[in-house]
């Protein structure tokens, strides 16, 4: 039976990644560099040193992350992250990445902002800036813009210290947990995940280059998540000159799907449901195409409203079509085709990313759009699925009240406590009269 790092290989491989001769270790060590290797910024702004944010991100891997094999090519990265010369390997990776990840920044440079404690920019209004506090939306309070565009080293420090307990007690939760291992490819996988969560909760509000952009717009969050996603692209294709592949998603039907039913007692507690479960859907086919394509979690630029954006290694087409053709079956079997998803997919050379990823986007809509006009088509030279996209519909039970449709409908009673007037409705809509139950009680 084949190791971990085995069959890891061999799905990048499936994948389409040329690993020019690097293990998954130290593809994985790439990705966990990149999240670190600002994360010196923070501390230096805490302490309010003259040190350089590179001495403090290695004597943060020195301090902080938890030994393996491994540690000290971090820490090499993280130092060298902006080289002075021409550098190979894993370093040419690291430094390629930030760099393109850095050309998202609108510069601006001027002495009289020249000041590392300048503020993030509020995304509503010029005239606010972000607090310094941890991610959390139980209190709007919270993200509540202030009028002073300069913060305190007093209040990096407050962050600070949280975000240190936070990460030292993810560290001993995950080295007592005898099945993972930073040594494993598998539990280091694990590590950089909860470690991107952990860094959205401290970082999200810090800004990354106050003292390069005009108005401070990039997070520290943003530009280490972006880099770590780079950096992981650029380490499986194994080279930086070569292509990624940008995937822009867009669930079709959201309309029709959440107002299209009919009203009855109880209907409108449905609306919500349905939205809530159009963004779990999406998240999914977002998980679904990560898994499929050994991606991260952090591959996924972003996901909400039902569009959905991932960058990744060079993909070959037939791996992407196979994997969105599975994708299309769920969803023609579990909807009937009122949900869709309209996929685009873009190579694009790395020397066009530092252009920024906007103008791709723009580029890009009309064949998601022409993606809409498509749908399902992948799955027409199948056997049997041809009728199950064109009809008819074979009507098992009769029609769901709700939504129209006939598959799994059972008579179900609207008022539970009178127990009178009931309805045929099929299994999804009954499903989701539960969740809007649930919904109604949650805090």
């Known amino acids: 039976m084949a190791s971990k790092p085995d069959r890891y290989m061999e799905r990048l491989r499936v994948g389409g990644g040329g690993m020019s001769g690097w293990n998954p270790l130290e593809v994985l060590t790439i990705a966990l560099s990149c999240l670190l290797h600002d994360i010196g910024k923070f501390e230096r702004r805490a302490s309010f040193s003259k040190k350089s944010h590179e001495e403090f991100s290695v004597e943060f891997v020195e301090k902080y992350l938890p030994d393996f094999k491994m540690k000290e090519k971090v820490k090499e990265l993280v130092k060298i992250h902006k080289p002075e010369r021409k550098v190979e390997g894993l370093l040419e990776i690291v430094s390629k990445a930030d760099a393109i990840s850095s050309s998202e920044r609108e510069k601006g440079y001027s002495e009289s902002y020249e000041s590392e404690l300048r503020r993030l920019q509020h995304i509503f209004s010029k005239r606010y800036y972000y607090k310094l506090v941890p991610l959390s939306l139980q209190d709007i309070h919270d993200i509540k813009g202030v009028e002073q565009n300069k913060a305190t080293p007093k209040e990096y420090k407050d962050l600070w210290e949280p975000f240190i307990q936070d990460f030292n007690r993810f560290n001993e939760f995950f080295m007592d947990n005898k099945s993972w291992s930073l040594d494993d490819v598998e539990g280091l996988r694990s590590y950089i995940d909860t470690l991107c969560e952990l860094l959205r909760r401290y970082t999200f509000f810090i800004p990354s280059a106050p003292t390069i952009e005009e108005e401070v717009k990039q997070s520290l969050y943003a530009h280490l998540k972006s880099t770590a996603a780079l950096g992981y692209a650029l380490g499986v294709n194994g080279r930086i000159d070569g292509s990624l592949t940008i995937i822009l998603g867009d669930v079709a039907g959201i309309q029709r799907y959440v107002y299209g039913s009919r009203s009855y007692k109880g209907a409108l507690k449905m609306l919500r449901s349905r939205s809530i479960y159009l963004s779990l859907l999406t998240e999914a086919v977002c998980d679904q195409i990560i898994l499929d394509l050994n991606l991260l979690p952090l591959n996924v630029v972003f996901c909400s409203g039902g569009h959905f954006m991932i960058i990744g290694y060079d993909l070959p087409e037939d791996k992407l079509d196979t994997i969105l053709s599975k994708i299309e079956r769920f969803l023609l079997e579990r909807h009937e085709g009122d949900i869709g998803i309209k996929i685009a997919y873009r190579k694009v050379p790395t020397s066009n990313l530092k252009k920024g990823v ?86």
């Open 358 to 443: 906007g103008e791709i986007i723009n580029k890009m809509e009309p064949e998601l759009k022409e993606a809409g006009l498509r749908m399902f088509h992948r799955l027409l030279k199948e056997d049997g699925l041809y009728n199950k996209v064109f009809g008819p519909i074979k009507l098992d039970r009769g029609v769901c009240y709700s939504c129209g449709s006939g598959k799994n409908v059972v008579e179900k009673t609207i008022n539970e406590e009178s127990n009178e007037e009931s309805i045929p409705l099929c299994e999804n809509c009954i499903s989701l009269r539960e969740l809007a139950k649930k919904l109604s009680k949650a805090n």
